[in-house]
């Protein structure tokens, strides 16, 4: 089943803490993105990558890092975390030249 | 600067009624739409979309009208069902491999 996958599924951390969320796609897509969503701000892009090695900064990449070694793989990484990144946060992926995202199922990051 | 505006953040619909969601942007160089829903604790997935050089597109009980001089679009849903209650999250493009901008979203409640 065509999918993207992301790990985990709901994580409570202390402030400080460094944590990685996990994103993997099955579908070969080039492209892959980080969105956060926040009540009364809809989604918001923290992060994209047009295709391996290759990562820009979206809307709101602060207090945020990511890689993109593998095609395949996207990972989410919060070196300090505060309580404003308190959120839900969804990886996507995109053929190239699709404009249609298939995205994860999310991930309820609290940070206390 | 929101370029993608959900102006209302919920609606209520009777069962077998229709819902009409709406949509505005401000970037003229938006050329290709799309709808999303998302129930809760899951993924926000494709719906439907229209690109610039349509006024409507359907699938099914679903239709989406876009008016270029106005850059609005609109989503009907007809005949609307207790199935269809989800958040609907409007978004737009400048073109295939572009940056896709999200509007908040807006509530739907289909009431039996």
């Known amino acids: 089943e065509a999918q993207v996958t992301q790990n985990p599924r709901y994580l409570i951390t202390v402030t400080g803490k460094k944590l990685t969320v996990t994103c993997s796609q099955n579908?070969?897509?080039?492209?892959m993105s980080w969105y956060r969503q926040d009540p009364g701000l809809g989604l918001r892009q923290i992060y994209y990558s047009m295709n391996v090695e290759v990562t820009d900064k979206g809307d709101v990449p602060e207090g945020y890092k990511v890689s993109r070694k593998e095609k395949r793989n996207f990972p989410l990484i919060l070196e300090s975390p505060s309580p404003n990144q308190t959120s839900l946060y969804f990886c996507a992926s995109r053929a190239y030249g699709a404009n249609v995202l298939t995205f994860g199922a999310g991930s309820r990051l609290t940070v206390l | 600067d929101q370029q993608v505006k959900q102006n209302s953040p919920s609606l209520s619909v009777q069962e077998g009624r229709i819902s009409i969601l709406n949509c505005d942007y401000t970037?003229?160089?938006?050329?290709?739409f799309l709808w999303y829903k998302k129930y809760p604790a899951e993924g926000p997935t494709f719906l439907i979309s229209i690109s610039s050089i349509k006024d409507k597109n359907e699938d099914g009980r679903f239709t989406v009208f876009l008016n270029k001089s106005a850059k609005h679009l609109s989503l009907h849903i007809v005949p609307s069902q207790p199935g269809d209650s989800a958040v609907y999250f409007c978004?737009?493009?400048?073109?295939?491999?572009?940056?896709?901008?999200f509007g908040k979203g807006i509530t739907l409640s289909v009431r039996p």
């Open positions: 579908m070969n897509h080039e492209y």
């Open positions: 970037n003229s160089m938006f050329d290709y």
């Open positions: 978004a737009a493009s400048p073109g295939a491999n572009s940056k896709l901008t």
